[in-house]
Protein backbone atom coordinates (compact mmCIF):
# COMPACT_ATOMS: atom_id res chain seq x y z
CA UNK A 1 0.00 0.00 0.00
CA UNK A 2 1.05 3.76 -0.60
CA UNK A 3 0.06 4.60 2.42
CA UNK A 4 1.48 7.22 4.59
CA UNK A 5 2.20 6.13 8.22
CA UNK A 6 2.54 8.94 10.59
CA UNK A 7 4.34 8.58 13.74
CA UNK A 8 4.16 9.44 16.84
CA UNK A 9 0.00 8.45 16.69
CA UNK A 10 -0.23 11.14 19.54
CA UNK A 11 2.26 14.38 21.04
CA UNK A 12 1.55 16.24 23.52
CA UNK A 13 3.75 19.69 24.47
CA UNK A 14 3.69 22.55 26.35
CA UNK A 15 3.27 26.01 24.17
CA UNK A 16 6.03 27.43 23.08
CA UNK A 17 8.04 24.13 22.63
CA UNK A 18 8.64 22.89 18.85
CA UNK A 19 6.74 20.03 17.92
CA UNK A 20 7.87 17.27 15.05
CA UNK A 21 5.64 14.20 13.39
CA UNK A 22 7.03 12.18 10.77
CA UNK A 23 5.44 9.96 8.14
CA UNK A 24 7.17 7.28 6.05
CA UNK A 25 5.59 5.78 3.09
CA UNK A 26 6.51 2.55 1.37
CA UNK A 27 6.41 3.49 -3.10
CA UNK A 28 8.10 6.08 -4.89
CA UNK A 29 5.85 9.14 -4.77
CA UNK A 30 5.85 12.42 -6.74
CA UNK A 31 5.18 14.37 -4.02
CA UNK A 32 3.98 14.47 -0.09
CA UNK A 33 1.36 16.89 1.58
CA UNK A 34 0.37 17.79 5.14
CA UNK A 35 -2.72 18.45 6.10
CA UNK A 36 -4.18 19.13 9.57
CA UNK A 37 -7.70 18.60 11.02
CA UNK A 38 -9.26 20.18 13.98
CA UNK A 39 -11.36 18.06 16.14
CA UNK A 40 -14.47 17.12 14.33
CA UNK A 41 -13.79 19.10 10.78
CA UNK A 42 -12.38 19.38 7.51
CA UNK A 43 -8.94 18.90 6.81
CA UNK A 44 -6.89 22.25 5.63
CA UNK A 45 -3.78 22.07 3.33
CA UNK A 46 -0.47 22.93 5.04
CA UNK A 47 2.09 22.48 3.20
CA UNK A 48 3.13 20.14 -0.12
CA UNK A 49 6.79 18.97 -0.78
CA UNK A 50 7.87 17.32 -4.23
CA UNK A 51 10.09 14.65 -4.29
CA UNK A 52 12.93 16.53 -5.99
CA UNK A 53 12.86 19.30 -2.50
CA UNK A 54 14.41 18.35 0.60
CA UNK A 55 13.33 20.87 2.92
CA UNK A 56 10.54 23.35 2.58
CA UNK A 57 9.19 26.53 5.34
CA UNK A 58 6.03 27.96 5.45
CA UNK A 59 6.17 30.12 8.47
CA UNK A 60 6.47 28.57 11.94
CA UNK A 61 6.48 25.29 9.58
CA UNK A 62 9.21 23.38 8.43
CA UNK A 63 8.59 20.12 6.11
CA UNK A 64 11.79 17.64 5.03
CA UNK A 65 11.39 14.96 2.71
CA UNK A 66 13.80 12.27 2.67
CA UNK A 67 13.07 10.05 -0.53
CA UNK A 68 16.05 7.40 0.26
CA UNK A 69 14.48 6.87 3.58
CA UNK A 70 10.97 6.90 2.30
CA UNK A 71 10.46 9.52 5.36
CA UNK A 72 8.97 12.78 6.01
CA UNK A 73 8.75 14.97 9.00
CA UNK A 74 6.89 18.21 9.84
CA UNK A 75 8.09 20.63 11.96
CA UNK A 76 6.47 23.12 14.10
CA UNK A 77 8.13 25.83 15.53
CA UNK A 78 7.66 28.16 18.47
CA UNK A 79 4.16 26.04 19.24
CA UNK A 80 0.89 27.58 20.48
CA UNK A 81 -2.71 25.78 22.00
CA UNK A 82 -4.03 26.80 18.84
CA UNK A 83 -2.47 24.20 17.21
CA UNK A 84 -3.88 21.67 18.87
CA UNK A 85 -5.08 19.25 16.11
CA UNK A 86 -4.64 15.78 13.99
CA UNK A 87 -1.65 16.43 11.10
CA UNK A 88 -1.80 13.65 8.24
CA UNK A 89 0.63 13.51 5.57
CA UNK A 90 -0.90 12.08 2.36
CA UNK A 91 0.98 10.70 -0.92
CA UNK A 92 0.93 10.93 -4.17
CA UNK A 93 1.85 8.45 -6.34
CA UNK A 94 0.80 7.12 -9.74
CA UNK A 95 -2.44 5.07 -9.21
CA UNK A 96 -4.04 2.72 -12.00
CA UNK A 97 -3.73 3.58 -15.36
CA UNK A 98 -2.77 7.85 -15.10
CA UNK A 99 -4.56 8.78 -12.14
CA UNK A 100 -2.87 10.13 -9.87
CA UNK A 101 -3.82 8.82 -6.21
CA UNK A 102 -3.70 11.25 -2.49
CA UNK A 103 -3.24 8.54 -0.41
CA UNK A 104 -4.05 9.68 3.61
CA UNK A 105 -2.32 8.20 7.32
CA UNK A 106 -4.07 8.32 10.15
CA UNK A 107 -2.86 11.05 11.42
CA UNK A 108 -0.57 12.45 14.43
CA UNK A 109 -2.67 13.85 17.06
CA UNK A 110 -0.75 17.50 18.97
CA UNK A 111 -2.25 18.68 21.81
CA UNK A 112 -0.12 21.69 22.53
CA UNK A 113 -0.79 22.38 26.62
CA UNK A 114 -1.28 25.97 27.54
CA UNK B 1 -14.43 29.11 4.92
CA UNK B 2 -12.87 26.60 2.69
CA UNK B 3 -15.10 26.97 -0.46
CA UNK B 4 -16.62 23.53 0.20
CA UNK B 5 -20.02 23.52 2.06
CA UNK B 6 -21.65 19.99 3.42
CA UNK B 7 -24.78 20.15 4.65
CA UNK B 8 -26.13 18.64 6.76
CA UNK B 9 -23.10 18.80 9.91
CA UNK B 10 -24.87 16.48 11.82
CA UNK B 11 -27.57 13.29 10.79
CA UNK B 12 -29.18 11.04 12.53
CA UNK B 13 -30.70 7.90 10.65
CA UNK B 14 -32.30 4.87 11.56
CA UNK B 15 -31.30 1.49 9.25
CA UNK B 16 -34.60 1.96 7.53
CA UNK B 17 -33.90 5.58 6.53
CA UNK B 18 -33.33 7.32 3.11
CA UNK B 19 -31.34 10.39 3.51
CA UNK B 20 -28.63 12.52 1.35
CA UNK B 21 -25.80 14.64 2.31
CA UNK B 22 -25.12 17.58 -0.12
CA UNK B 23 -21.36 19.36 -0.81
CA UNK B 24 -21.13 22.76 -2.88
CA UNK B 25 -17.68 23.43 -4.24
CA UNK B 26 -17.54 27.71 -4.80
CA UNK B 27 -13.90 27.23 -5.83
CA UNK B 28 -14.57 26.65 -9.78
CA UNK B 29 -12.94 22.67 -9.58
CA UNK B 30 -13.54 20.53 -11.63
CA UNK B 31 -13.40 17.48 -9.75
CA UNK B 32 -14.99 16.32 -6.52
CA UNK B 33 -14.39 13.44 -3.94
CA UNK B 34 -16.44 11.62 -0.85
CA UNK B 35 -14.35 10.67 1.45
CA UNK B 36 -15.10 8.63 4.94
CA UNK B 37 -13.73 9.28 8.16
CA UNK B 38 -13.87 6.71 10.59
CA UNK B 39 -12.46 6.62 14.37
CA UNK B 40 -8.86 5.04 14.43
CA UNK B 41 -8.76 4.31 10.36
CA UNK B 42 -6.90 6.43 7.64
CA UNK B 43 -9.23 8.71 5.31
CA UNK B 44 -10.94 6.34 2.86
CA UNK B 45 -11.66 7.60 -0.49
CA UNK B 46 -15.19 6.47 -2.00
CA UNK B 47 -15.84 8.27 -4.75
CA UNK B 48 -14.67 10.68 -7.22
CA UNK B 49 -16.01 12.89 -10.04
CA UNK B 50 -14.04 14.64 -12.82
CA UNK B 51 -16.06 17.03 -14.93
CA UNK B 52 -18.95 15.35 -13.43
CA UNK B 53 -18.56 11.78 -14.85
CA UNK B 54 -17.52 9.28 -11.93
CA UNK B 55 -14.26 7.99 -12.35
CA UNK B 56 -13.49 6.08 -9.29
CA UNK B 57 -15.91 3.59 -6.86
CA UNK B 58 -13.28 2.17 -4.29
CA UNK B 59 -15.52 -1.39 -3.38
CA UNK B 60 -18.01 1.31 -1.70
CA UNK B 61 -21.44 -0.72 -0.97
CA UNK B 62 -24.52 -0.32 -2.78
CA UNK B 63 -26.31 1.76 0.13
CA UNK B 64 -24.24 4.45 -0.82
CA UNK B 65 -25.43 6.14 -3.83
CA UNK B 66 -23.11 9.18 -5.35
CA UNK B 67 -24.47 11.76 -7.98
CA UNK B 68 -23.03 14.72 -9.54
CA UNK B 69 -25.57 16.81 -11.14
CA UNK B 70 -22.66 19.48 -12.18
CA UNK B 71 -19.19 20.19 -11.48
CA UNK B 72 -20.26 22.36 -8.71
CA UNK B 73 -22.32 19.79 -6.64
CA UNK B 74 -21.92 16.42 -5.48
CA UNK B 75 -24.64 13.91 -2.86
CA UNK B 76 -23.90 11.02 -1.43
CA UNK B 77 -27.85 9.06 -0.95
CA UNK B 78 -27.81 6.58 1.88
CA UNK B 79 -30.53 3.96 2.51
CA UNK B 80 -30.54 0.89 4.43
CA UNK B 81 -27.10 1.91 6.26
CA UNK B 82 -25.41 -0.29 9.15
CA UNK B 83 -24.35 0.69 12.37
CA UNK B 84 -20.32 0.35 11.40
CA UNK B 85 -21.58 3.05 8.34
CA UNK B 86 -21.57 5.61 11.31
CA UNK B 87 -18.52 7.78 10.72
CA UNK B 88 -17.50 11.50 9.06
CA UNK B 89 -18.00 12.01 5.55
CA UNK B 90 -15.96 14.59 4.22
CA UNK B 91 -16.25 16.12 0.38
CA UNK B 92 -13.51 17.70 -1.24
CA UNK B 93 -12.92 19.21 -4.34
CA UNK B 94 -9.73 19.69 -6.24
CA UNK B 95 -8.52 21.59 -9.54
CA UNK B 96 -8.96 18.37 -11.63
CA UNK B 97 -9.20 14.90 -10.48
CA UNK B 98 -5.97 13.89 -8.61
CA UNK B 99 -3.35 15.52 -10.34
CA UNK B 100 -0.01 15.06 -9.09
CA UNK B 101 0.44 18.21 -6.84
CA UNK B 102 -2.92 19.25 -6.72
CA UNK B 103 -3.99 20.62 -3.29
CA UNK B 104 -7.56 19.17 -2.49
CA UNK B 105 -9.93 21.16 -0.58
CA UNK B 106 -12.06 19.91 2.04
CA UNK B 107 -15.31 20.46 3.40
CA UNK B 108 -16.01 20.31 7.72
CA UNK B 109 -17.68 17.41 7.32
CA UNK B 110 -21.27 15.54 8.00
CA UNK B 111 -21.24 13.64 10.92
CA UNK B 112 -23.34 10.93 10.49
CA UNK B 113 -24.85 8.28 12.93
CA UNK B 114 -26.50 5.13 12.77
CA UNK B 115 -28.94 3.93 14.69
Known amino acids: SQQGEEDPQALSIQEGENATMNCSYK?????LQWYRQNSGRGLVHLIL?????REKHSGRLRVTLDTSKKSSSLLITASRAADTASYFC??????????????FGKGTLLTVNP | ETGVTQTPRHLVMGMTNKKSLKCEQH?????MYWYKQSAKKPLELMFV???????ENNSVPSRFSPECPNSSHLFLHLHTLQPEDSALYLC??????????????FGEGSWLTVV
Open chain 1, 49 to 53: IRSNE
Open chain 2, 92 to 105: ASSQERATSGNTIY
Open chain 2, 27 to 31: LGHNA
Open chain 1, 27 to 31: TSINN
Open chain 2, 49 to 55: YNFKEQT
Open chain 1, 90 to 103: ATDALGGGSNYKLT
